[in-house]
């Protein structure tokens, strides 16, 4: 299961009554209006086991901010401790998933800054190029919700098809348009790996890639993450609507963005799938209303 399905399956999961936390970080006291950090600001995570972390924590200790890292083992946990004033800040999820969250539980969490994309990918073992691959020929997608709206918007952004009104985190097999380049079929995400010797080319999620005998480098497209139809998503920092100005959590996401250690940690833990981005708050505030305003308009 690639990283953006975990996370749309864990979105779709009952959020769980009692937190695994069982201390308060205090909301936003844990940093001043000024910027100044009178306690560790705490920040929940997904894999905090990943050494990155550390190199993280130590550059914020270099610009005077102390840092306490929270695991979870589960995706479904970190949204909520924030929401309850458990954690300041958590990093882990990407704009569509903080959107479901948001909706599903009435809340107003909001992105305060990007960190990466990781890309789904399409894979041919027929032809180098995007280019290359002939007109009229198939190229086949996921079948889940998720990973087939995500890898739709990748063979548009490749020029392989148009989808219906530019398409959108909701977009099916339906909604390529008919003067396409290519025909597009739905599978099993595990079968669009074992069906390339019979396609043109297949978006397969990361999980499948090794069981394929390929590498991530063998991609012939992915997300473009200046793509305006990726932003939803980048993987972000998120915070309570009251603290998405708070001054040194601005420079706690400027710290990840710009030490090359973490950068460095955080590549390796992603297989070398990360691609950095510093998409302005801006737009994954926007992206974030857009995608709620989807998924309400498709309840």
């Not at 099993?188 to 043109?200: E, I, M, N, Q, Y």
Request: aromatic share 6%.
């Amino acid at each position: 299961m690639s990283k953006s399905r975990r996370l749309i399956t864990a979105a779709a999961l009952a959020i769980p009554v009692a937190l695994l936390l069982s201390a308060c970080a205090g909301g936003s006291d844990s940093a001043g209006s000024d910027g100044s950090s009178s306690a560790p600001v705490r920040i929940g995570v997904v894999g905090a086991g990943d050494p990155y972390w550390e190199t993280y924590t130590e550059a914020a200790a270099a610009e005077g901010i102390s840092v306490d890292i929270v695991d979870f083992t589960e995706y479904t946990q970190p949204n909520p401790a924030l929401s309850a004033g458990e954690l300041d800040l958590n990093q882990f999820q990407h704009i569509v998933y903080l959107a479901t969250y948001n909706v599903a539980s009435d809340d107003d969490l909001q992105p305060v800054g990007a960190t990466a994309i990781y890309p789904l990918a399409l894979y041919s073992t027929q032809y180098d190029d995007v280019a290359d691959i002939p007109a009229g020929s198939t190229v086949v997608v996921p079948d889940d919700d998720s990973n087939q709206a995500r890898g739709l918007l990748v063979l548009q952004s490749a020029g392989l098809i148009e989808l219906a009104d530019g398409g959108s985190i909701f977009s099916t097999v339906a909604d390529v348009q008919p003067d396409s380049k290519v025909k597009v079929e739905a599978l099993d995400a595990a079968l669009t790996a074992t069906s390339l010797p019979d396609v043109a080319a297949a978006i397969i999620n990361n999980d499948f890639v090794a069981d394929a005998n390929l590498t991530f480098d063998d991609a012939i497209a992915k997300d473009d993450p200046s793509d305006p139809n990726a932003v939803p998503y980048v993987n972000i920092f998120a915070a309570k609507a009251a603290d998405a100005d708070n001054p040194t959590y601005k420079k706690l996401v400027e710290i990840y963005q710009n030490t090359q250690g973490v950068l460095d940690g955080a590549q390796e833990a992603a297989g070398g799938t990360a691609v950095f981005v510093t998409t302005p708050v801006a737009d994954l505030q926007k992206a974030l209303i857009d995608v709620e305003d989807d998924i309400r308009a498709n309840q």
